[in-house]
C-alpha cells in the first residue's frame, strides 16, 4: 500500500522528499518514473542540466547560471545530481517557502562553499544572473542597475558592508525579507 506507487523510489527517499517538499507520493513516483527514462543511470550530469536549464531561456546565455543552480544542488559534490538532489532543486526553484529559497539562494551566491557571501561573489553570481537577461530587457532597466556590476554593487549596499567584508547565511537571509528590493535583485524572471 504505502510504497507501490513508488516504484523503485526507496522508502527512506520518498519519506525524505514528502517531509521536505510539498510534492505527495503521487507525484514523486511520476517524478521518479521521468527521472529514470531521462537518466536511466540515476543521475544527471551537470552538462545534461546545463542542456536542460537553457532552455528555459532560449533568448539568452544560461549556461553560467546552470552551473550556479547546479553547483548549489549538488550537494555532495560528486559532479551529477541524483533524484533526492533533483526533486529538491525542483521544489527549492520552483514552490519553496520563502526562507527556504533564501536558504538556496545563499548557497548559490556563496560559490566557495565556505558559509559566507563576498562582494566578489556577489558579482560572479550577478553577471551570470545577467546573462539570463534579454537584450532587449536590459535596455529598459533603471541606470543603477542595467549592468551585472552595477546591480551587483546595488545589492551589496542594501547589506552595508564594506568591499572586504562578508555576509553569513542569516544576514543574507533577513536582509533580503526586509528589502523587496534586494529580493528583486538575486533573481531574474523573464519578462514575458
Same mark, same amino acid.
Given at each position: 500500500?504505502?510504497?507501490?506507487?513508488?516504484?523503485?523510489?526507496?522508502?527512506?527517499?520518498?519519506?525524505?522528499?514528502?517531509?521536505?517538499?510539498?510534492?505527495?507520493?503521487?507525484?514523486?513516483?511520476?517524478?521518479?518514473?521521468?527521472? /529514470?527514462?531521462?537518466?536511466?543511470?540515476?543521475?544527471?550530469?551537470? *552538462?545534461?542540466?546545463? $542542456? !536542460?536549464?537553457?532552455?528555459?531561456? #532560449? @533568448?539568452?546565455?544560461?549556461?553560467?547560471?546552470?552551473?550556479?543552480?547546479?553547483?548549489?544542488?549538488?550537494?555532495?559534490?560528486?559532479?551529477?545530481?541524483?533524484?533526492?538532489?533533483?526533486?529538491?532543486?525542483?521544489?527549492?526553484?520552483?514552490?519553496?517557502?520563502?526562507?527556504?529559497?533564501?536558504?538556496?539562494?545563499?548557497?548559490?551566491?556563496?560559490?566557495? /562553499?565556505?558559509?559566507?557571501?563576498?562582494?566578489?561573489?556577489?558579482? *560572479?553570481?550577478?553577471? $551570470? !544572473?545577467?546573462?539570463?537577461?534579454? #537584450? @532587449?530587457?536590459?535596455?529598459?532597466?533603471?541606470?543603477?542597475?542595467?549592468?551585472?556590476?552595477?546591480?551587483?554593487?546595488?545589492?551589496?549596499?542594501?547589506?552595508?558592508?564594506?568591499?572586504?567584508?562578508?555576509?553569513?547565511?542569516?544576514?543574507?537571509?533577513?536582509?533580503?525579507?526586509?528589502?523587496?528590493?534586494?529580493?528583486?535583485?538575486?533573481?531574474?524572471?523573464?519578462?514575458?
Amino acid at each position: 500500500m504505502g510504497n507501490s506507487k513508488s516504484g523503485a523510489v526507496s522508502k527512506e527517499i520518498l519519506e525524505d522528499l514528502k517531509l521536505n517538499t510539498k510534492f505527495s507520493e503521487t507525484e514523486i513516483a511520476q517524478w521518479y518514473e521521468n527521472f /529514470k527514462k531521462q537518466c536511466p543511470n540515476g543521475r544527471i550530469s551537470k *552538462e545534461e542540466f546545463q $542542456a !536542460i536549464y537553457t532552455k528555459f531561456f #532560449p @533568448e539568452s546565455d544560461a549556461n553560467t547560471y546552470a552551473q550556479h543552480v547546479f553547483r548549489s544542488f549538488d550537494t555532495n559534490d560528486d559532479g551529477t545530481l541524483d533524484f533526492k538532489e533533483y526533486i529538491i532543486a525542483l521544489h527549492m526553484t520552483s514552490t519553496g517557502k520563502t526562507t527556504r529559497k533564501l536558504e538556496w539562494a545563499f548557497s548559490l551566491f556563496d560559490v566557495d /562553499k565556505n558559509g559566507y557571501i563576498t562582494k566578489s561573489e556577489v558579482s *560572479e553570481i550577478c553577471t $551570470a !544572473i545577467f546573462k539570463l537577461i534579454p #537584450p @532587449e530587457e536590459i535596455e529598459t532597466l533603471p541606470e543603477d542597475e542595467n549592468t551585472a556590476q552595477k546591480r551587483a554593487d546595488k545589492l551589496w549596499n542594501y547589506f552595508d558592508k564594506g568591499d572586504n567584508d562578508r555576509i553569513a547565511e542569516g544576514e543574507f537571509i533577513q536582509g533580503v525579507l526586509d528589502n523587496d528590493e534586494a529580493l528583486r535583485l538575486i533573481q531574474y524572471s523573464p519578462s514575458k
